[in-house]
């Protein structure tokens, strides 16, 4: 009898349903924290109310809740979650601006590297094989500048986290320059929020000032609103903002040599 030859096409078929798995996962992890209102936690409002008992936790235990506060910033980046500046603010609350800057930004850089291998094994690669031409060329000259590309846009604080992982995946970056770009990209505003969560008392204190001037005056709407947002000044955004353009300085120099060249 004849030994029967493995059919390629078949075998791609049988390896997709693995492949789609961690996106499934995923896709089922996310679906369950928003019906639950998980996310809902990770909030200032909630802070506040465990701000005491976080502290002592931190002052006790201080290595076992370093290590759970990795393990949720990976969590919540890993699923996406629109708390990253809340958690590096905490960070730097609980552990200092340096030891929780620092935590925060390999954090968010393992999380951006889950979700950066499960958008390239379940959807990134089999687009990009299925793409045209055009879409083709347009991966490869982003792989060719990958780096500095992805740099810049983490040190630029106006592109969703997400996306830009997202974006990685699909145009086929490799991992090592992926990991290194955002984990270099993460430090400046990891360490920014980070300093100012250190230093949040104070804005605590100042809010409920605010609060008791406000419940004093007769007003029934005196809640404390406290967000990321308002600790990101103007100043810090046009650093981090000046930062990202600067890593498109070689980027636009190699650009111009090569069109000049071309036309000489």
């Known amino acids: 009898m004849a030994a029967t030859q493995p059919n390629p096409a ?44 976080l502290q002592d936790l931190v002052e006790a235990h201080p ?13 919540a980046a890993t699923l996406s979650l629109p708390v990253s500046a809340f ?6 609350y609980l552990f200092g601006w340096a030891l929780g ?7 968010a850089t393992l999380g951006a590297a889950n979700i950066f291998l499960i958008a390239r094994t379940s959807i990134g690669q089999p687009l990009l094989s299925r ?9 490869a000259g982003f792989r060719g500048q990958a780096f500095l590309y992805l740099l ?25 320059p992926f990991l ?6 993460m430090l400046p505003i990891c360490f ?10 104070e804005v605590i204190a100042r809010h409920e000032a605010l609060r008791t001037q406000c419940l004093a005056a007769g007003r029934s709407d005196c809640a404390i609103e406290l967000s990321a947002a308002s600790l990101l000044t103007p100043q810090l955004t046009a650093a981090l903002s000046m930062l990202g353009i600067l890593a498109l300085v070689p980027v636009a120099l190699r650009y111009w040599r090569r069109r000049g060249g071309g036309e000489g």
């Open 192 to 201: 920014a929020f980070a300093f100012a969560g250190s230093g949040l008392d």
């Open 101 to 107: 800057g620092l935590v925060a930004a390999v954090a």
């Open 87 to 92: 958690l590096i603010t905490l960070s730097g």
């Open 131 to 139: 793409s045209g031409p055009r879409i083709q060329n347009l991966a």
């Open 10 to 53: 078949r075998a791609k078929e049988t390896g997709l349903p693995w492949r789609v798995l961690p996106l499934v996962l995923f896709l089922v992890a996310v679906g369950a924290v928003f019906a639950t209102g998980l996310h809902r936690s990770l909030s200032f409002e909630t802070f506040l109310r465990y701000q005491a008992w």
């Open 63 to 75: 290595m076992r809740m370093l290590g759970l506060f990795a393990a949720v910033y990976v969590a």
């Open 152 to 176: 810049s846009l983490r040190l630029i604080p106006v592109m969703p986290f997400w996306l830009t992982n997202l974006a990685a995946a699909f145009f086929g970056m490799r991992l090592r």
């Open 180 to 185: 290194l770009a955002t984990q270099i990209g």
